[in-house]
């Protein structure tokens, strides 16, 4: 007979394979959408639209970041940004099932200058979830991405790194360092994301200015502000402590209350907020990023499978 514990553990399971079956399915949808020109609000609305159609949330609003910025774009209200006719392009898609979350990203060059740079992401990535086994060491991970990308004569960004996931937890404590470094190591069960970052640049990513990503960190009470209350109480059950972009706030108050809203969130400390990265050095970024689950000694599981949706466009 099945305990109840082992129950538990498939349906996690069965909820952690769905997520990643929605999100690589999302990331393929981006494929077809990136293209010269293309809004990049349309493309956010319509991966985002995709998952919700398919039984999935998102756990993260799409980000779409491009050449010099790394991560943390996604876009605003009445965003007039369009994909550029030369550069890269990275997709980062995230899908939760009943708060059980997939991750997942592929860089898309437009142009064939930028070949280099994803393949050494692609490459890094195959190599560090193949060394991804219960018992391994974080720090040699990170070894095996930064070999990797050094191989190429690109740079790793070193201040950027995989991350642990649990339920409703995006960053759940432990990091898959992009270099040699960090200490503790992998166990069997758990979930990470694995996203090696390459760069012809510094090898470092900085905050921008722009933000268009937060996330509410607290649902304390504010006296005589039943309107902020009502409204983290709206963005608790809706997002749970997951990222949610700016513009999704349309769904609670008027566009022309957003920026003070979000100020007065900050300034209760009840919101954190994600500025965009860019590379310090003003070079290229790409990413790729799978999400794996450790599932036992021998096997781990990849859910998201961004590595099969490049091979398919790379063989072309």
């Given at each position: 007979m099945t ?8 349906m996690?399971l069965k ?12 990331l ?7 293209e010269p020109e293309e809004?990049v609000l ?7 639209e ?5 039984g999935?949330?998102?756990?993260f609003?799409?980000n ?6 790394a991560a943390?774009?996604?876009?605003t209200?009445?965003?007039?940004l369009?994909i550029?006719k030369?550069?890269?392009?990275k997709?980062?898609?995230g899908?939760q099932?009943d708060g059980?979350i997939?991750d997942?990203a ?9 070949d ?6 692609y ?6 979830i193949n060394?991804t ?13 930064e070999?990797?990308?050094k191989?190429f004569?690109?740079?790793?960004i070193r201040?950027?790194?995989?991350h642990?996931?649990d339920r409703y937890?995006l960053h759940a404590g432990k990091?898959?360092?992009?270099i040699?470094?960090?200490w503790?190591?992998?166990?069997k ?7 090696p970052?390459t760069?012809n640049?510094?090898g470092?990513v900085?905050?921008g200015?722009?933000?268009?990503i ?10 005589k502000r ?7 109480e709206?963005l ?7 990222p949610?972009?700016k ?8 566009k022309e209350d ?9 300034r209760h400390k ?12 003003g070079?290229?970024v790409a990413?790729?990023?799978d999400?794996v689950?450790?599932?036992d000694?021998n096997?781990?599981?990849n859910?998201t499978?961004?590595i ?6 790379k063989?072309?």
């Open positions: 305990s109840s514990k082992g129950r538990a553990e498939e996690e909820y952690y394979k769905r997520a990643g079956e929605i999100a690589h399915r999302a393929k949808l981006a494929l077809d959408l990136v809004p349309d493309l956010c609305q319509r991966i985002e995709f998952i919700l159609n398919n999935g949330k998102p756990a609003p799409v779409v970041s491009i050449n010099q910025v943390h774009y996604t876009a209200i009445d965003d007039d369009l550029p030369k550069g890269i392009v997709v980062d898609v899908v099932v059980y997939a997942t592929i860089s898309i060059p437009l142009d064939s200058l930028q280099d740079l994803v393949e050494a992401a490459r890094a990535l195959l190599a560090a060394v086994k219960p018992g391994e060491s974080l720090s040699f991970i990170g070894a095996t991405i070999k990797t990308i191989a004569g690109l740079k790793p201040n950027l790194s995989g642990k996931i937890t990091s898959i360092p992009n040699r470094a960090g503790g190591t992998v166990k069960g758990e979930v990470f994301a694995i996203e970052f760069t640049g510094a470092v900085e905050e200015v722009t933000v268009t937060f996330r509410l960190r607290s649902v304390k009470r504010i006296r039943s309107d902020l209350n009502a409204l983290v709206k608790w059950t809706r997002y749970r402590g997951l949610f972009a513009r999704w706030l349309l769904e609670f108050i008027p957003i920026e003070n809203t979000l100020y007065e969130l900050s009840l919101i954190d907020s994600y500025p965009i990265l860019i590379e310090q050095g070079g290229l990413q790729m990023e999400t689950i450790l599932y000694e096997e781990t599981i859910l499978n961004s099969k949706l490049y091979e398919e466009i063989y072309r």
